[in-house]
């Protein structure tokens, strides 16, 4: 499997899925949307492993990886399914613009990556300023945005942290066994949240959004994103794989602005821009210092 290819698939996969998160939970429970869609991904993942006769690693190295990954595939997209119903779209994917830095700062304390230059704080702080101001703009957030806010940190936290732990892991597994089996490790997470917040009934209809959007984030968020995910991440460092943010919160803010109808406000775009400067600073800043001999 090609190296650029996934990148691409991953980039094209993360920029319309906060998109599809949203209408996904539109008239379905959001932890319900979630679960549905990383089941339906887990049935399709069983059976072109046993298409394609892949083996799924059980032994107890392949099982802590799965673990790993499934801190951000049910933790992370638990959360951002919940946070969907109080936040735009396109700051699902903005928020998340904040896992390369925390990536790389984990990767600090996790694989013992070398430490922060100068130029990377500044490019921390630009991030975190940008966040201040879409935080600050109460046309795009209203007020009882601040639970979506909150659960959308948590997200980016938890989706950074596997990253870094999958890669601390170290474990040579195919992207697809990978895949289901970060799938059959959430499934369970997804079944007891929804049963601890109620337990709301399925009700689907196909004519739906809902529908369409659990069936399009089965197939490609979770299924083909994932395996692309864990295929570059294997032979990429996870800052380097959370790049792709630097591209996806402009792509995100005009989808959810053009199919969505979501306010695109001057502080909207100057808190994205703000971010995504961080980000390019952040791993592009080097080649702004003079070179030592």
């Not at 896992?99 to 600090?108: D, E, H, K």
């Not at 004519?207 to 369409?212: L, N």
């Not at 600073?281 to 702004?288: E, N, Y």
Request: proline residues 6%; charged residues 10%; positive net charge.
């Amino acid at each position: 499997m090609s190296v650029p290819l996934s990148y691409l698939a991953v980039v094209l996969v993360w920029s319309t899925t906060p998109l599809t998160i949203a209408w996904s939970s539109e008239s379905v429970d959001p932890v319900l949307a979630g679960g549905l869609r990383m089941a339906i991904a887990a049935v399709l993942g069983v059976l072109l492993l046993r298409l394609l006769r892949i083996k799924l690693p059980l032994h107890r190295r392949a099982q802590t990886t799965y673990a790993y990954a499934s801190i951000g595939v049910f933790g992370a997209m638990c959360c951002t399914y919940i946070a969907s119903r109080y936040v735009p779209s396109g700051l699902i994917s903005i928020m998340f613009g904040l896992a390369p830095i925390l990536s790389a700062v984990m990767g600090q304390w996790l694989l013992d990556e070398p430490r922060f230059r100068a130029y990377r704080w500044i490019a921390c702080l630009l991030a975190f300023s940008g966040l201040g101001v879409i935080f600050t703009d109460d046309v795009a957030l209203g007020p009882q945005s601040l639970p979506g806010l909150l659960l959308l940190l948590l997200a980016v936290s938890l989706f950074s942290l596997s990253g870094v732990m999958v890669k601390r892991s170290s474990a040579q597994i195919n992207p697809l066994a990978h895949t289901v089996g970060a799938l059959l490790w959430s499934l369970p997470g997804f079944a007891i949240t929804w049963w601890l917040l109620g337990a709301a009934p399925l009700e689907i209809d196909p004519g739906s959004r809902s529908f369409w959007a659990i069936i399009y984030l089965a197939l490609f968020g979770s299924l083909l994103g994932f395996v692309c995910y864990f295929h570059v991440l294997r032979h990429l460092p996870p800052s380097t794989v959370a790049l792709v943010t630097l591209i996806t919160p402009i792509f995100a803010l005009m989808l959810g602005h053009w199919l969505n109808e979501e306010p695109l406000t001057p502080g909207l775009w100057q808190g994205c821009l703000l971010v995504v400067t961080g980000l390019a600073l952040f791993f592009f800043g080097h080649r702004l210092q003079p070179e030592r001999r």
